[in-house]
């Protein structure tokens, strides 16, 4: 059975600190991973992932892939009161098919 | 360019009462998907449409039919509601190009079922 997995379920920050989330799947004819990020309504694209050892950045965040061990982290550094939210990571297949985790929920405190 | 649209944006239910909930897409993209997303569980994956024509069932499909009237619209319908069914649902739309695999979301439709 297809899945992803995400830990953990839910963080709690100071802001100004720095998190990692993590990202693990089994998914047959893997194609692509990706890191959506949502707030209250629908999910906004962060990244998209699909080679081994490559880091994608964009200001404080940034992610990379491992396909042997079959895990993604997503990282943010300094943390501000507006990365609240859930992030959200997903598979794709050749099959164009997405399969979701179940999000981890971070509050960054003031 | 409006993306990826739904409506209705919100809906109350009584059991047993059907409804169709409508989603289209002006980017020209060839697969559409309907979501269910609630508490603790993620997006969960109800039928998928791989390109116009086509639909498959996901994760989630029973209570559930879908129509891929065209390439742009792809409805989602709840022949009798059942409460289990309350949740909020997002269309989502992708192409598969060479530099860019994502999916697009609409805002979101909160069911609920009374």
């Known amino acids: 059975e297809d899945k992803v997995v995400q830990s953990p379920l839910s963080l709690v920050v100071h802001e100004g600190d720095t998190v990692t989330l993590n990202c693990s799947y089994e998914?047959?004819?893997?194609?692509?991973l990706l890191w959506y990020k949502q707030e209250k309504k629908a999910p906004t694209f962060l990244f998209m992932l699909?080679?081994?050892?490559i880091e994608k950045k964009s200001g404080r965040l940034s992610s990379i892939l491992d396909k042997k061990e079959l895990f993604s982290i997503l990282n943010i550094t300094a943390t501000q009161t507006g990365d609240s939210a859930i992030y959200l990571c997903?598979?794709?297949?050749?099959?164009?098919?997405?399969?979701f985790g179940t999000g981890t929920s971070l509050t960054v405190i003031p | 360019n409006a993306g990826v649209t739904q409506t209705p944006k919100f809906q109350v239910l009584k059991t047993g009462q059907s409804m169709t909930l409508q989603c289209a897409q002006d980017?020209?993209?060839?697969?559409m998907y309907w979501y269910r997303q609630d508490p603790g569980m993620g997006l969960r994956l109800i039928y998928y449409?791989?390109?116009?024509?086509?639909?498959d069932k996901g994760e989630v499909p029973n209570g559930y039919n879908v129509s891929r009237l065209n390439k742009r619209e792809f409805s989602l319908r709840l022949e009798s509601a059942a409460p289990s069914q309350t949740s909020v649902y997002f269309c989502?739309?992708?192409?598969?190009?060479?530099?860019?695999?994502?999916?697009?979301f609409g805002p979101g439709t909160r069911l609920t079922v009374l």
């Open positions: 989502a739309s992708s192409e598969r190009l060479q530099l860019t695999d994502t999916q697009y």
């Open positions: 998914v047959t004819n893997f194609r692509s």
């Open positions: 699909t080679s081994s050892g």
């Open positions: 997903a598979v794709k297949n050749t099959g164009n098919q997405f399969y």
């Open positions: 980017m020209n993209h060839n697969s």
């Open positions: 449409s791989a390109s116009e024509g086509t639909t």
